[in-house]
């Protein structure tokens, strides 16, 4: 199951312009891991004043660096382990940044009981990086996607911003959502280092 992941493809043929401009520049893959995180801050922020259309451009900010980084250092020949580790950290960073913002969100709206639940929601989407990087580290594949990946968190955060009332069910969505993801690239992985 792949869930958003799957329009990856779509979403970088759009940023190949920004590919492009990278390669002719020069610019460090770097960059775009810091821009990535910027545009989390910003998520961040936009997310815990219900600022949804600025949510939905930060976040499309913060996909953006987290897609143009990789793509940038394949296509200027220049992938390093240096540069996937603060490509992680990157993403990571990102995804806790833009709980926070939520978390503040559930606070101001609902109060600290469910800001409680969304830094539960925060810990349990480490869960499937976690799940993919173990897999990684054994040999296996990678695994990206859903069932609720990165996109279906950022698209759960647009929601809660639009309706704050919801924020409680789509933290719960999330904790529910990263378990079974987790879960899923895990099963995923033992079929094939057994098979291995």
Known sequence: MRGLYALKPWYSRRLDMFVRGAVRRGLSPDLFTFVGIIGACLAAVAVAYAWWPLVILFLAIRLAGANLDGAVARAREVSRPWGFVLNEIGDR????????????????????????????????????????????GAGATRRNGGPLGKTERCLLVIIASIVPAWTIWIAWIIVAGSLVTAVTRLIATHRELSAA
């Open 93 to 136: 960073l990102s995804d806790l940044v833009v709980m926070g913002g939520l978390a503040v969100l559930a606070w101001r709206t609902d109060g600290v009981d469910v800001a409680l639940v969304v830094v539960i929601a925060a810990v349990a989407a480490t869960l499937p990086t976690f799940a993919s990087l173990a897999a990684a």
